[in-house]
């Protein structure tokens, strides 16, 4: 069955410390992948997305995440925690149809708190 | 950037009555948008799928009599839930598919609570 598994409910870290929020997946298909960002009362907004080539992906706001197929993984990290980015974080696989992106399966979230 | 609208932003409504949620894409037309579900602490969950012009197309175990969407024009899908009880109370989340990019745009959410 496919679905996105996000380990961390709630993760804590400094403000200037690293951070890295897990993603597992499992999908029967070549994977789509995607990180998003929900402030609370906000939509969910996109960090970033892999569908091929490079398995490190930039996105916004200086976040990163790598796509590893052996692992089946697609880890989010940031090299410095900025207060802002406290939020909620989903991990999301999804399908490509035409060039479009369809149907989206997402993590339970990761509720990152950042402390000063 | 695009922008996607949902309204109300949070409803209290009485068992047995139905409200209507819009979706509305800003600046951008959108053939297809989607509508989820997300109880707290849990995944969002895709309800249905909605194009323009055409019936929606709904996941496996989700009521479609129950859960009316209409998507009438490239920029509005509105999501009825009829007869409400209290286990629909819920956090419903559309978004909307651009159609120059491809991309999804997600609203902001509306709060359902059903009493």
């Known amino acids: 069955a496919q679905s996105v598994t996000q380990p961390d409910i709630h993760i804590t870290v400094s403000e200037g410390a690293s951070l890295e929020l897990r993603c597992n997946y499992s999908?029967?298909?070549?994977?789509?992948l995607f990180w998003y960002v929900q402030s609370p009362g906000q939509g969910l907004q996109l960090l970033l997305k892999?569908?091929?080539?490079?398995?490190l992906v930039q996105g916004i706001k200086g976040f990163e995440a790598e796509f590893k197929r052996s692992q089946s993984s697609f880890n989010l990290r940031k090299p410095s925690v900025h207060w802002s980015d406290a939020a909620e974080y989903f991990c999301?696989?999804?399908?490509?149809?035409?060039?479009?992106?369809?149907?989206?399966?997402f993590g339970t979230g990761t509720l990152l708190a950042v402390q000063p | 950037g695009a922008v996607v609208s949902q309204h109300p932003s949070r409803v209290i409504c009485k068992s047995g009555t139905s409200v209507k949620i819009e979706c509305r894409s800003l600046?951008?037309?959108?053939?297809?948008m989607f509508w989820y579900r997300q109880f707290p602490k849990q995944s969002l969950m895709l309800m249905a799928t909605?194009?323009?012009?055409?019936?929606?197309?709904?996941e496996q175990g989700v009521e479609k009599d129950k859960f009316l969407i209409n998507h009438a024009s490239l920029t509005l899908s509105t999501l009825t839930v009829t007869s409400a009880h209290p286990e629909d109370s819920s956090f419903y989340i559309c978004?909307?598919?651009?159609?120059?990019?491809?991309?999804?745009?997600f609203g902001p959410g509306t709060r359902l609570t059903v009493t």
């Open positions: 978004s909307a598919r651009d159609g120059r990019n491809h991309e999804q745009y």
């Open positions: 999908y029967g298909a070549t994977p789509y």
């Open positions: 892999y569908f091929s080539g490079d398995t």
């Open positions: 999301a696989v999804g399908a490509l149809y035409g060039g479009a992106t369809n149907k989206l399966i």
């Open positions: 600046d951008f037309q959108a053939t297809t």
């Open positions: 909605s194009n323009e012009g055409s019936k929606a197309t709904y």
